[in-house]
């Protein structure tokens, strides 16, 4: 046995061997393909156990990058102290095989510092959610959207602040329209504390954030990991037979029910795609965006440590042929 190995999970060997790491941006970092977030479904209102579970089973299955937000549940922060108390059960040993992110940037607590991007924000919020983990450090600190009112000075000030004080190793942005993420990410360099990497939306559904950010990531050597890749579940075959009581969209929450009728007839389309291939929708959704070199991570969401498991089965198929992308594409923009 190697001093590495604990005994919980598999041999890193195994845990290691079907995942693929990609390097983000110009960075010395590896991000796992396929990194899993926490922003549903790791609440207080969730079942713990089933949380523990899914955890665990992305770790040993090779993610390691684990995303979360001071905000994310419900209730707010309760995802980030879920996870701090399993990674106190069953992490501690491997805190540098992870790669651990928190954010501030959406409302958190009352008040005029409790939101966006003043450095009385981002800097308080960094050090509650250290706590509510029980971390010395983050792996990746992100300003969570861009801020209009605060000078981008200030909000990039203080991501290289909390990474000088050791409070995280690395700053990222998330939700940053093109032109700020230029702006943001020249301070940052000027700064000497260079921005690893670009949160956003995209999926096969919301194209367009990724179709105007990704010529900006390469020229600038950063790295993206894209979110809601499965469009919160409608690009899985989850709707194709109406809505699931224990589905998002029946909560009504983020995810409205007609927003899930109205895509419908792309995503029947599009699973005829995925059959012929030999993949879930949910496996083709993934695979198209590892497939395309503009995606350092995809950064899914998961229920169940059954829906993990078929979506990590992504990575065996990720080439499409000129055909399929051309019926996709044509899917897509109808
Ligand atoms: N930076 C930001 O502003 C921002 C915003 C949003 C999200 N994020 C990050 O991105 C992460 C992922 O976002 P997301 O949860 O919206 O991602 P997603 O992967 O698009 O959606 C996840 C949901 O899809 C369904 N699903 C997943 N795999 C499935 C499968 N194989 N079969 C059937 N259904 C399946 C599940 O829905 P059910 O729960 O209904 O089963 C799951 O909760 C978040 O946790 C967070 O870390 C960041």
Redesign the pocket.
């Known amino acids: 046995m190697r001093i590495m190995d604990y005994g919980v999970y598999r041999a890193a060997e195994d845990r290691y061997s079907t995942m693929q790491y990609n390097r983000c941006g110009k960075s010395g970092v590896l991000m796992p393909a396929i990194?899993?977030?926490?922003?549903?479904?790791?609440g207080f209102v969730n079942n713990y156990d089933n949380c523990e579970k899914i955890l665990k089973a992305a770790f040993d299955k090779g993610i390691t990058c684990f995303?979360?937000?001071n905000n994310?549940g419900p209730p707010y922060g309760s995802?980030e102290r879920n996870f701090g108390r399993i990674f106190d059960r069953n992490f501690k040993p491997y805190r540098d095989e992870m790669l651990i992110?928190s954010?501030a940037?959406?409302d958190m607590w009352p008040g005029p510092y409790g939101n966006w991007g003043s450095k009385k924000y981002l800097v308080a919020s960094c050090d509650q959610s250290l706590k509510r983990m029980g971390l010395d450090y983050l792996d990746i600190f992100?300003s969570?959207?861009y801020d209009p009112e605060t000078p981008l000075e200030e909000t990039m000030g203080a991501l290289d602040y909390i990474v000088r004080s050791g409070r995280a190793l690395y700053a990222g942005l998330?939700?940053y329209p093109a032109d700020k993420f230029v702006e943001a990410v020249a301070i940052l360099r000027r700064l000497g504390t260079p921005c690893l990497i670009h949160?956003?939306?995209y999926?096969m559904l919301v194209r367009e954030i990724g179709e105007s950010l990704f010529g900006a990531h390469e020229r600038e050597g950063i790295g993206c990991?894209?979110?809601?890749?499965?469009?919160?579940?409608?690009?899985?075959?989850?709707y194709l037979n109406g809505i699931?009581q224990?589905?998002?969209?029946?909560?009504e929450g983020?995810?409205k029910s007609a927003m899930v009728e109205e895509n419908l007839p792309k995503v029947r389309a599009l699973n005829e795609v995925a059959k012929r291939r030999g993949q879930?929708?949910?496996?083709m959704?993934?695979s198209w965006q590892l497939g395309s070199g503009n995606v350092s991570s995809?950064?899914?969401?998961?229920?169940?440590t059954?829906?993990?498991d078929?979506?990590l089965a992504a990575l065996d198929n990720t080439v499409f042929s000129a055909e399929e992308m051309a019926e996709i594409n044509k899917i897509l923009e109808a």
């Open positions: 990194s899993l977030g926490l922003w549903q479904n790791f995303d979360l937000a994310y995802a992110t954010k940037g959406y992100y969570h959207r998330s939700n949160q956003i939306k999926s990991t894209t979110f809601s890749p499965l469009a919160q579940g409608q690009l899985t075959d989850r699931p224990d589905s998002r969209a029946a909560r983020f995810l879930t929708l949910a496996q959704a993934i995809v950064l899914i969401g998961v229920s169940s059954e829906q993990l078929s979506n």
